[in-house]
Each structure stands twice: as structure tokens, then as C-alpha cells.
């Protein structure tokens, strides 16, 4: 007697095989390459970011502008922010990768 249920469970669990490999498509190094370009382009976008953001700062609190020392303390810690996940994105990415990997 078969139960349709069961059937779903036991389609649901399947395990296809699949995992990452490298060197599975031609043009990997290439993407690679970008990439790290792209991450390295963000790093340095990031570090003018922070300097006009400190600058800012540091004019509206000096002139007594308060709207511009509130923008540039914004834009400090925003581009403070985009530095970490930029610096940490490789770790995050292989963080949660590794964790997935582990789910059965």
C-alpha cells in the first residue's frame, strides 16, 4: 500500500550530488579577476567616502552647522559600515557557504 505522502517526503529528501567545484566552466579565473577588481574599485570608492564624510563633519561642527556635522557623521559611519562588509565579504560568503554545506 503506497502513501502519497510518503512519496513527497522521500522525493523531497533526495540528495542530487551537487556540489561546488572549481574549474567546472571555462573563464573562472577571468570572473575571479572582476570580481576582486569590483570589491578592490568599492575599497578605494569607500576611503573617499570616509574622507569627504570626516571633512563634512568636521566643517559643520567647527561653523556650527548641525545639519551638515549630522550628515557627516551619517556618512562616516555608512562608509565605515561598507568598508567592514566590504573587507569581510569573501569570510561571510565562505562562512555561510561551509554552513549550508553542513545541512542534511
Not at 574622507?51 to 557627516?72: I, K, Y
Not at 569570510?91 to 553542513?102: E, K, R, T
Amino acid at each position: 500500500m503506497s502513501h502519497p505522502l510518503a512519496d513527497r517526503v522521500l522525493q523531497l529528501a533526495y540528495d542530487p550530488g551537487i556540489s561546488p567545484k572549481g574549474g567546472g566552466l571555462p573563464g573562472l579565473s577571468v570572473l575571479k579577476s572582476v570580481v576582486s577588481s569590483i570589491n578592490m574599485f568599492g575599497i578605494i570608492a569607500v576611503v573617499g567616502a570616509l574622507a569627504v564624510s570626516l571633512g563634512v563633519w568636521a566643517w559643520g561642527h567647527h561653523s556650527g552647522g548641525h545639519q551638515a556635522e549630522a550628515n557627516g557623521k551619517k556618512g562616516t559611519y555608512v562608509a565605515a559600515g561598507a568598508a567592514l562588509g566590504l573587507g569581510a565579504a569573501n569570510g561571510i560568503v565562505a562562512f555561510f557557504s561551509n554552513l549550508g554545506s553542513q545541512i542534511r
